[in-house]
């Protein structure tokens, strides 16, 4: 069997090759090690920011292989074993060679790789030297091809065994000046813009977008290496990430390709959810999910836990009880996302291997003493250019706050602290959708943190981003303002002070009736979030929010916005105002079918909860209504087990409630010929 060579899910610098079983025909592998060639080749018309000469040299000593491989491919030679054992090494070198090559070509790892150059020369050599000690036992007598090839083959050889593929001289000096501005930059010393020119013009980083590209990529191997739990090289990592948001900031005026990075963008539309958080927790160890895998049943656990439960031996699901079909675990990578911002949005960590992770907490500290000086000289410029700049300047400036605040925790303290809110404010009034709309995603970014919100409120923010919600130039801008009212309304006297605004509470129903799923997302969810303030409960009546929620639950097909809308039924279900406006619209029936079909553990509990509170509060006629459907029994049983203890007791009290209601009913039938019930309004 031979691998397939490109492995999107490979972490850097690392070169997981697999040698070719001993069964492959070789005329397979033979074909095999001409893709490998070819693909290898390729890398001829890239661009290498570092390694450039030992790049080329390794191209053109692998191109000279592959005139040996076609010719025996085209003459239809046969291999003996021992010709084949040489091919089978050269096949695991050429796998480690084009890894090494994608690394070294791969768009945003050029900066990182200029730190490692001393590292990828070793590799080079390494891997050179085996192709040289493959070719040095290769019995090219026995191959009969070409006095011409088998020279050009021989000299491989030799250049391979005598080539020194050191460290190139430019990429040593280009290493030293990044070293020196990051050590600049921990005195607290802002280096010179000619030196961080220097640098960027060598790694060929000459736009906006290449920059931010080089931050992505070092973000995501930062995040590798915490998962991994192996943090060493991670305070380094934080500085060179810190540097590339200062010269994204600062160094780079314009932003370029726009589009092209709308999805950081777009999904400022955020995906704020009132999703119960024991969703995330693993059936085997109970612990919030670190790194959630599905097995062949369907069911999803903590990778560290059934790893250890297969290692056992066990070969049953934990859960299900059924036979495993195989022990191939599929990471959800959905569900570790949702588990990720919903650590970051609550303050939460996560334990990994019974050790602190930092997958979230390492936001709140810098990474290193660079990081947090890049922060503060960046988060000062940004601010100035908010006051000082240009309309396109300050534009400019509101977007490279909304993507530094994005997940990080010590980077919003850092802009808080420069006094970017106001200034951002004063933006949303601007005529100007661009700028409203990257000002408004800044302060949701900012209103996160505690400071954030109290600068906000503050500063007459309320009433500037309830002006948004309703009059916003785009609807992007009006979601991402009810994103912001969500947040502000985790704070108690906030959500009391927005539920008294006249235009909160209706501004966010016009926005489930106009806005996208995930503009009625943020709607719903901010609702939510105001209906911990028990007053607003009647405002929330009042605008009309019941039949607009239930229209949501018969047609959407979006899960969490369900689940969200569930949440919500479910707490104005707990006032008898709320129970009579939803028995009004007549959707038992719907409710009890998607307790019944509802994927989500959250979404049958808050179903449940809806209904016991309907029962309570809404009379005799919405338990006749429920006891009528034969299958509710059923759906309610099966959550004593699948439930938590709170939603367990909650499906035991409604069971309750129908068994009494299905025993009065009988006696009363028994004890005289009643008249036929009269029909229920509640249908």
Same mark, same amino acid.
């Given at each position: ?449 505690? +400071? @954030? =919100? ?5 500063? !007459?923010?309320?009433? *500037? &981003?309830?002006?948004?919600? %309703?009059? /916003? ?24 002070? +927005? @539920? =008294? ?5 209706? !501004?966010?129903?016009? *926005? &489930?009736?106009?806005?996208? %799923?995930? /503009? ?164």
């Amino acid at each position: 069997m031979i691998q397939r060579f490109n492995r999107t899910d490979r972490r850097a610098l690392t070169f997981p090759a697999v040698h070719p079983c001993e069964g492959v025909s070789p005329e397979t592998l033979l074909s095999s090690l001409i893709t490998l060639s070819h693909n290898i080749c390729n890398y001829q018309s890239k661009f290498f920011a570092t390694q450039r000469r030992n790049a080329r040299e390794t191209i053109r000593e692998i191109g000279i292989l592959r005139i040996l491989f076609e010719e025996i491919r085209d003459l239809g030679l046969n291999l003996s074993e021992s010709v084949v054992l040489c091919f089978s090494e050269l096949h695991l070198t050429f796998q480690k060679i084009n890894y090494l090559l994608e690394d070294c070509a791969r768009e945003g790892s050029r900066l990182w790789m200029l730190m490692k150059s001393e590292f990828v020369a070793t590799q080079f050599r390494v891997l050179i030297r085996e192709v040289s000690t493959a070719l040095d036992v290769m019995p090219l007598s026995l191959i009969d091809v070409s006095g011409e090839v088998k020279e050009l083959v021989e000299l491989v050889a030799k250049q391979a065994c005598k080539a020194k593929f050191e460290l190139d001289t430019d990429d040593e000096q280009g290493t030293r000046l990044v070293l020196s501005i990051l050590d600049q930059f921990k005195k607290g010393i802002e280096p010179e813009f000619r030196a961080i020119k220097r640098v960027l013009d060598y790694l060929g980083i000459k736009k906006w977008s290449d920059c931010n590209k080089e931050i992505k990529f070092l973000e995501e191997v930062t995040g590798v290496q915490c998962t991994d739990c192996d943090e060493r090289e991670v305070p380094f990592l934080s500085s060179l990430v810190g540097f590339m948001n200062y010269c994204r900031g600062v160094i780079f005026e314009a932003l370029d390709n726009r589009n092209s990075d709308q999805t950081d963008v777009r999904c400022n539309l955020e995906p704020i959810t009132c999703l119960n958080p024991e969703d995330f927790r693993c059936p085997i160890s109970l612990e919030l999910m670190v790194d959630p895998v599905t097995v062949s049943t369907g069911q999803t656990y903590d990778r560290c836990s059934i790893q250890k439960w297969l290692k056992a031996g066990n070969m049953l699901c934990p859960k299900t009880g059924e036979k495993l079909k195989s022990t191939e675990l599929v990471p959800n990578t959905s569900l570790r996302k949702l588990i990720q911002q919903f650590c970051n949005d609550n303050g939460i960590s996560l334990d990994k291997s019974r050790s602190q992770s930092r997958d979230i907490t390492r936001t709140i500290v810098p990474g290193s003493p660079v990081a947090a000086e890049t922060m503060r000289y960046l988060s000062k410029f940004l601010a100035r250019k908010l006051v000082f700049g240009t309309i396109e300047q300050k534009n400019k400036a509101a977007y490279e706050i909304r993507l530094l605040a994005k997940s990080n925790i010590f980077n919003r303290s850092c802009l808080i602290e420069a006094c970017t809110i106001p200034s951002l404010l004063n933006l949303l009034s601007l005529n100007n959708t661009s700028t409203q709309e990257n000002a408004i995603a800044a302060l949701l970014k900012l209103s996160k943190h505690t +400071i @954030g =919100k109290r600068e906000i409120m503050e500063n !007459g923010g309320l009433k *500037l &981003i309830l002006e948004v919600l %309703s009059k /916003g130039l785009s609807l992007e801008a009006k979601q991402t303002a009810a994103a912001t009212l969500f947040y502000l309304s985790s704070e108690k006297e906030y959500r009391k002070l +927005i @539920g =008294k605004a006249p235009e909160a509470i209706p !501004g966010l129903v016009e *926005l &489930i009736k106009a806005g996208t %799923s995930c /503009g009625k997302k943020n709607a719903v969810v901010a609702i939510f979030g105001l209906l911990l303030y028990p007053k607003n409960n009647q405002r929330v009546l009042a605008a009309g929010t019941v039949p607009l929620l239930v229209d949501i639950l018969a047609s959407s097909d979006k899960a969490e916005l369900v689940t969200d809308t569930l949440a919500v039924l479910a707490s104005l279900a707990e006032t008898v105002e709320g129970a009579h406006a939803i028995l009004q619209t007549s959707s038992l029936p719907l409710i009890t079918k998607i307790l019944q079909c509802s994927t989500t553990k959250a979404g049958k509990e808050y179903c449940i909860s809806m209904l016991l509170s309907l029962c309570t509060n809404g009379g005799v006629e919405a338990v006749a209504v429920l006891a009528k459907n034969p299958s509710l029994m059923g759906s309610l049983y099966s959550n004593l087990s699948d439930g938590n203890s709170h939603s367990s007791k909650k499906a035991r009290s409604l069971m309750k409630i129908l068994h009494n209601f299905h025993e009065t009913s009988t006696s009363e039938l028994m004890a005289s010929a009643a008249p036929h019930e009269r029909s229920v309004h509640v249908w």
